[in-house]
Structures are given as C-alpha cells and as structure tokens.
C-alpha cells in the first residue's frame, strides 16, 4: 500500500517545487478539523498523526504550538516531511512506523488522529487499528471520506459508513464516544450549490454534521 500512497501524494503535488499552493488549499480545507482539535488539545499537547503522508496538516499545527510526530509506512514521504518541515520552519518531526505496531509511542501523546487513512480496511482492522491509536493518546479521532466522495473523483476500496456507524467504530474499539462532526462543503451538483447559498451557515453546519459533507469524524476518549 505504500507506493500506491507514494504515487497518489505524488499525483496531487507534494514532490512538485510548487507544493506550498496544494498545502495551502489543504490547511483551508481542514480548518473544521483544526478547529475540534484545539477544543480538545490546549497549545503545546502532543499530537500524533498516524498516516501522515507529507505531513502538511502537521506544519500548521506545529505552527500553532503544538508538539507534533507523524508517522507513515512510505520512508520517500517521511523523509519529504521532514525535510519540508525545516524548510518552513516549523518543529514537526516525521518517522517510519507501522499502524499495526504503534508501541514506540504507546502513552506519549495526549491526542492521536489520522485522515483518510483507516476506510481502507474492512471494519474489523480500523476497529484494531483505532485501538491500537488509544494505547498512544487519551483522545483519538478519526477522519474518513462520506460517500459524496464519488463527486470527488470516484470511490475506490474505500469503506463508505454513516456517521452514526463511525461512532459506533470508535465504541467498538473500547473508547467513550465524545462525538462526531462532517465537514468539507458539498458544491458539485446544482442541488448542493443551491442549498448552500440558501441556507442560513449554522443549518449547513448541522447538515454536515449529519453526514453531508465530504468528510466526517469521530472523537473518542480512553475510558
């Protein structure tokens, strides 16, 4: 799976000079997620991404204070993350570790996430996998695509769950569900472009958070 992951951040311009501009549409993107993480996690916690690929959500919560590790099993794109990271600055540090295996960072961290990462694994493993996340911080979320996806480029081997039953996956992994929120907002039809004008921003937002969205996440705590 690593080279395909290689070849897909390679496709959306993380080996290109240019590489900051796709950053950039990234951090807008993942604003909602940046936002849950700071109610949770004050400035200067730990934070592990698990899945980190070329580490771009990591520099602008590193560059908000935080202390941040990603990992990835791709050593082409940790070795990129790191070298970016010193390149804009910011005190991320990147390794290579296995998302089965997480035990070098068993208890070190107050807060573990990974996006897109986990849907590619039938539900049994992202239960493991989330589990195996809560060894290594008292909060974890998890970030997967809705399937509105499909208006994204199509769906591939992803798993496509209601938000509801993403809850239900962070239960069955032994935490305390603390909650779940969409975002990412939906434009690719006239529909979705109509509602989005004519909605009232605190309407959309409860829509997202019922799944129309892009994205949609689950919060759970160590019990």
Same mark, same amino acid.
């Given at each position: 799976?690593?080279?395909? +992951?290689?070849?897909?951040?390679? &496709? ?6 240019? +590489? ?25 916690? &730990? ?8 580490? +771009? ?12 590790? /990603?990992? @990835? ?36 961290? @107050? ?19 989330? &589990? ?34 993403? /809850? ?13 929120? /969409? ?20 309407? +959309? ?19």
């Amino acid at each position: 799976m690593s080279e395909r +992951w290689r070849q897909y951040f390679d &496709s959306h311009g993380a080996f290109d000079p240019g +590489w900051l501009s796709t950053a950039v549409s990234h951090w807008g993107f993942h604003e909602t997620l940046y936002g849950v993480i700071a109610q949770h996690c004050p400035l200067g916690a &730990s934070i592990l991404d698990v899945g980190s690929g070329p580490g +771009w959500s990591d520099y602008y919560l590193a560059s908000k204070g935080y202390k941040v590790t /990603g990992v @990835d099993n791709e050593p082409s794109l940790v070795e990129l993350a790191n070298l970016q990271a010193q390149r804009v600055g910011v005190d991320a540090k990147f390794e290579v570790a296995d998302a089965f295996d997480l035990s070098a960072y068993h208890g070190k961290f @107050d807060l573990a996430y990974s996006c897109g990462v986990l849907e590619h694994f039938d539900r049994d493993v992202t239960v493991q996998l989330l &589990s195996e996340q809560s060894r290594c911080a008292e909060k974890v979320i998890i970030q997967i695509p809705t399937r509105y996806t499909a208006y994204a480029g199509g769906i591939t081997d992803e798993r496509i769950y209601k938000i509801s039953e993403l /809850g239900e996956i962070v239960e069955d992994s032994g935490m305390r569900l603390e909650g779940t929120f /969409g975002y990412g907002d939906l434009a690719a039809t006239f529909t979705q472009i109509q509602l989005r004008r004519a909605l009232p921003r605190f309407v +959309w937002r409860l829509l997202q958070n019922r799944g129309f969205a892009f994205c949609m996440a689950a919060i759970g705590s160590r019990r």
